[in-house]
């Protein structure tokens, strides 16, 4: 809860500020992607475009309201921006580029070495990269026993989910894990019931395991 007062309105403006960087980050992050990565197919159909952007800055205010300005903030404003370009990817092409997952990856570790270090938090980063591990090697698990459910981006993806759900805590990564498979199930009932799917292994998993780490940094701290 904000203060009242010269305080609260500071706030809710930093609060503002984020979510119009986050609209900003959105477009410049597809023009990289589009630039460096053409076999994707350029730059995606302008309503597209407005949608991630929009979700780019809701998900940049929604972690500065939740998480202060702080110097964890900056990895989550990269997870946002970076996590909207590769659901979008996923939905569109059923495709986790692995350029972008690596950059999630070591991005959100290199942000997390500011806090890590300069706040002598090193439990936490220690924790981030054991979460990492921890979900790879669970997705590895998955996808030996049932490959045709899991698909190799999603269990790549896994180490950078597993390292911001590391770092948030032992429980956000247990809850977190679990929900992206929750939030899958419900998506694939929806999709499915429509024409045009025929099985669940058409459904992209990337979002909701995206979704899902954004649901357990909003609301399970």
């Not at 959105?26 to 053409?38: C, F, G, M, R, W």
Request: include cysteine.
């Amino acid at each position: 809860m904000f203060a009242t007062g010269n305080e609260g309105s500071a706030a809710w403006l930093l609060i503002f500020a984020a979510g119009l960087l986050g609209v900003a980050l959105s477009p410049v992050a597809e023009i990289l992607i589009a630039k460096h990565l053409p076999r994707l197919g350029g730059l995606p159909a302008l309503p597209v475009r407005i949608t991630t952007a929009a979700l780019t800055g809701l998900a940049c205010a929604a972690f500065t309201l939740r998480l202060g300005i702080g110097l964890t903030l900056p990895a989550f404003i990269f997870l946002a921006a970076l996590g909207v370009q590769l659901a979008r990817i996923d939905v569109a092409l059923h495709l986790l580029p692995n350029p972008l997952v690596l950059m999630l990856l070591t991005g959100g570790f290199a942000l997390f070495l500011m806090p890590g270090l300069l706040n002598k938090q090193a439990d936490d980063l220690i924790r981030a990269v054991l979460g990492a591990v921890i979900l790879f090697a669970g997705y590895v698990i998955l996808g030996i026993i049932s490959p045709g459910g899991i698909g190799m981006g999603d269990v790549k993806l896994a180490a950078p989910v597993g390292l911001y759900l590391g770092y948030l805590g032992w429980s956000q990564l247990l809850y977190g894990g679990l929900l992206g498979f929750i939030l899958n199930g419900l998506v694939s009932v929806v999709l499915l019931s429509r024409k045009g799917r025929n099985k669940a292994s058409e459904v992209a998993h990337g979002p909701s395991m995206l979704g899902a780490t954004t649901a357990a940094t909003l609301f399970l701290l």
